[in-house]
């Protein structure tokens, strides 16, 4: 183990882990269509880029089932599970589509959306429907911008909690909400 010199109190962090640091925010759910079949990936590689309209970037895999269907349709919903879909999302996110109706396997509901058609998820507090703007960044990184086009939230789910990833099965949930004084309220 290496020290900065001058340092004692930092030590070494594995550039491998580094991820775990920065996760963006909070795991979803994205779903997909394509040639008459949906699916549902796990993802945390995202983080927003503009307020309004608003625009989100995200990463997905080229390994991952939803990578073609996102690049061909150019359409997909982002949903936001609450803690209490925690087990569900880990399943979803270790299994493949190209095997299974992941829907069907984790007893997921798709709701039809309303501009595009991969579904929303009944289940999820929040779900986001998108279209891709920008694949300038794809064959590189596998980086997607997508744009809002309609968002949606259940009003049943109250002061839902979110999981955050810290890597290898370890997640955060949200903690209390605070609140300071801002140039905007």
């Known amino acids: 183990m290496s020290r900065i010199v001058g340092t004692p109190l930092m030590k070494d962090f594995p550039l491998s882990k580094v991820y775990q640091l920065l996760e963006p925010g909070p795991v979803v ?5 394509h040639k008459d079949r949906t699916n ?9 880029m503009e307020f309004m309209p608003p625009q989100i970037a995200c990463i997905v895999s080229n390994r991952n ?8 349709t150019r359409e997909c919903v982002i949903a936001i599970p609450a803690r209490k879909l925690a087990s569900k999302v880990v399943k979803v996110g270790n299994a493949t589509g190209a095997r299974i109706d992941k829907f ?7 709701l039809p959306a309303a501009h595009v058609k991969p579904p929303l ?3 999820c507090f929040a779900n986001i429907e998108c279209k891709v703007v920008d694949t300038r960044l794809v064959s590189a990184y596998c980086l997607f911008i997508l744009e809002a086009q309609k968002a949606w939230i259940d009003p ?9 990833h810290r890597g290898y099965g370890v997640f955060a949930v949200d903690g209390p909400i605070i609140k300071l004084k801002s140039a905007k309220a």
């Open 29 to 33: 759910l994205l779903t997909t269509a």
């Open 40 to 48: 549902v990936m796990t993802m945390s590689w995202h983080m927003m």
């Open 65 to 72: 089932f939803s990578f073609a269907a996102l690049r061909a």
């Open 104 to 110: 069907a396997r984790f007893g997921l509901t798709p």
């Open 121 to 123: 998820i009944a289940e």
């Open 156 to 164: 049943k789910q109250k002061n839902p909690k979110t999981i955050h």
